[in-house]
């Protein structure tokens, strides 16, 4: 009976270590995921074999990393950093501050599927309560036709449109693979989507108007939610989103040839 009660030397021992070390543990595990979820975001989409999961491993080492193209089912977070001096908060800080040369701002690059089927993935996480998410890239294949990333870009500009008012929001359109012989400029870029995403706001506004009910105005209230820009009427153009908030940039690049530190600064600016 004595032993039940008084267990071991040894016994007692672990059991106190085990007690004081738990409470430790929970307290960094904790609280790593607790910093990690409060990190900046930036939230990477595009259509698949763009080159997003290449520039997400691009921003966590500075270099290119060869990866084979795959559809993935979930997002996948990478932790990243960047010189201090590279941020938009560093033109408070005085040039001869000796540590801005050697801090480095941390951030996070949330790399979501491409696929359509699973894209509803970056549109839960853009309107889950409590992100932290800087901006959004945007990543296409520069030599590729643009009917369908223009389709999947009007789509995440819709989004944001629904969101605008809540907090102002930048969009970076990494026009990918431009060393390819067949990639076009980002300029070029930019007028082929606007045009793309015109056609598909007209059909998806006609559509809209040939079902549902309509209201006096002969325009259902919840059907204006669903059309981007002013009714959807006319050529869209990329500046009609700072109307509602959204900013966005287009610049050309190459995770190839690590072409890649316009859209570092970018990051950097939203920062």
């Known amino acids: ?78 932790e990243c950093d960047i010189p201090a001096s590279m941020t938009a908060s560093a033109k408070y800080r005085s040039t001869n501050d000796p540590s801005l040369s050697q801090e480095h701002t941390k951030f996070l690059v949330m790399d979501t599927p491409g696929h359509a089927k699973l894209r509803h993935i970056a549109y839960e996480e853009l309107k889950r309560p409590g992100n932290n998410i800087k901006g959004l890239i945007f990543v296409l294949d520069s030599a590729e036709e643009m009917a369908k990333a223009a389709e999947y870009l009007h789509d995440v500009l819709l989004a944001l449109q629904k969101a605008g008012g809540k907090k102002k929001m930048r969009l970076l359109v990494a026009c990918n693979k431009n060393d390819l012989f067949t990639a076009l400029p980002a300029s070029r870029i930019k007028t082929l989507l606007e045009k793309e995403i015109t056609k598909t706001r007209e059909s998806r506004s006609k559509g809209l108007m ?62």
């Not at 209201?215 to 669903?226: F, I, Q, R």
């Not at 966005?248 to 316009?262: A, D, Q, R």
Request: aromatic share 8%; glycine share 12%; proline share 5%.
């Open 210 to 271: 040939d079902s549902g009910v309509t209201s006096t105005d002969g325009v259902g209230a919840d059907d204006e939610n669903e059309w981007l820009g002013e009714g959807g009427e006319g050529e869209f153009k990329m500046e009609v989103m700072e109307e509602v908030g959204v900013e966005v940039s287009l610049k050309g690049g190459s995770v190839e040839t690590g072409e890649c530190e316009y859209w570092r600064q970018w990051v950097g600016s939203c920062l």
């Open 1 to 78: 009976m004595d032993s039940i009660f008084a267990p071991p030397t040894p016994v007692l021992i672990i059991a106190t270590i085990l007690i004081a070390l738990i409470p430790i543990i929970l307290h960094f595990a904790i609280f790593r995921v607790g910093a990690n979820a409060s990190l900046p975001t930036f939230l990477v989409l595009g259509p698949s074999g763009s080159g997003k999961t290449s520039l997400c491993l691009w921003f966590k080492k500075g270099e290119k990393t060869t990866t084979p193209t795959h559809t993935s089912q979930t997002a996948l977070s990478l």
